[in-house]
């Protein structure tokens, strides 16, 4: 089975940086997906990991280290509009995509 | 961009009856299309991956019988909720993902409400 572990919650200020962690345990790999997900919508795509090291997209940033079984989500300069839930998902050998609980980030003015 | 429909977006029906969910990839042939289920305040859990022209793969304790899945077409799958009752109620994302593809494409969701 899929083991994959985030905080529940966060919260910030605007303007400020949080990282979100996110620790993985599954069988099979082929990479790590990032989401943001407002209530009452569908998650949507923030970034894509297969391979060690930090991919940067704007404000956001995602690390991965493989051996480590380890992820993490950048969100720099907060705006009251990155208040959700962000989601690490998991893509196992079969393809099949594994997430974790969420964690529901809030900015605060 | 890849693009994802569901239909209905937002569904409300008496216990026992029937409701089915479409989901429709639109500019991309879905090789794959998966269900998911999200009760609130929870993340996503797969219910189910769809494969065109071949029966639908059901993670464990998902009902089959319970939770019909079609993939008629590979821009089309659809997911029958039957005989629903009240703890059916959740909100249903589809996704769709193209040959050789990793990244998937989450349709807007389908509220469904067992009353």
């Known amino acids: 089975g899929q083991n994959i572990d985030q905080p529940t919650e966060m919260t910030a200020t605007e303007g400020a940086i949080v990282q979100i962690n996110c620790t993985y345990q599954?069988?099979?790999?082929?990479?790590l997906f990032w989401y943001q997900q407002h209530a009452g919508e569908a998650p949507t795509f923030l970034s894509y990991?297969?391979?060690?090291g930090l991919e940067e997209k704007g404000r956001f940033s995602s690390f991965l280290s493989r051996s480590k079984g380890y992820s993490y989500l950048l969100l720099k300069e907060l705006q009251m509009k990155d208040s959700a839930s962000y989601l690490c998902?998991?893509?196992?050998?079969?393809?099949?995509?594994?997430f974790g609980a969420g964690t529901t980030v809030t900015v605060r003015a | 961009g890849a693009v994802v429909s569901q239909h209905p977006s937002r569904v409300i029906c008496k216990s026992g009856t029937s409701v089915k969910i479409e989901c429709r990839s639109l500019d991309f042939q879905a090789t794959t299309m998966f269900w998911y289920r999200q009760f609130p305040k929870q993340s996503l859990m797969l219910m189910a991956t769809?494969?065109?022209?071949?029966?639908?793969?059901?993670e464990q304790g998902v009902e089959k019988d319970k939770f019909l899945i079609n993939h008629a077409s590979l821009t089309l799958s659809t997911l029958t909720v039957t005989s629903a009752h009240p703890e059916d109620s959740s909100f249903y994302i589809c996704s769709a993902l193209a040959g050789g593809e990793v990244e998937q494409f989450f349709g807007p969701g389908t509220r469904l409400t067992v009353l």
């Open positions: 990991n297969v391979l060690d």
């Open positions: 599954t069988s099979g790999f082929n990479g």
């Open positions: 998902a998991v893509v196992s050998g079969d393809y099949k995509l594994s």
């Open positions: 769809s494969n065109e022209g071949s029966k639908a793969t059901y």
